[in-house]
């Protein structure tokens, strides 16, 4: 029953931008630390940012901050990542995922604290 539902990926140009929504059903997002990964081919996933449970804080892989924003809606349960000043190097399949969390608490930044994931969705970023 729990669904983790990503959609908006797609193909831009270096410098281009690209929202990412993550459609939760069977929780409640807010009760949640919410991340979103990302895979390149031949990598490991790692985490591009995540939002406590909440929304109290947030974190940012160095390689994104400035240029990312991960933000929910607790009416719609939907996860977001706004995605600006693309890069080749952000060409990856970008999952969403969700990991049970304290508040106040350290957000979870290793892949293995998720329980539960969405399929991906594709985002070609060409040079």
């Known amino acids: 029953q729990v669904q983790l539902v990503e959609s908006g990926g797609g193909s831009v140009q270096a410098g281009g931008s690209l929202t990412l929504s993550c459609a939760a059903s069977g929780f409640t997002t807010s009760s949640y630390c919410m991340g979103w990964f990302r895979q390149a081919p031949g990598k490991e996933r790692e985490g591009v940012a995540i939002?406590?449970?909440?929304?109290?804080?947030?974190y940012y892989a160095d390689s994104v901050k400035g240029r990312f924003t991960i933000s929910q809606d607790n009416a719609k349960n939907t996860l977001y990542l706004q995605m600006t000043s693309l890069k080749p190097e952000d060409t990856a399949m970008y999952y969403c995922a969700a990991s049970v969390c304290r508040s106040g608490s350290s957000l979870p930044l290793n892949v293995h604290s998720y329980v539960y994931w969405g399929q991906g969705t594709q985002v070609i970023v060409s040079s």
């Open positions: 939002l406590s449970n909440g929304g109290d804080y947030t």
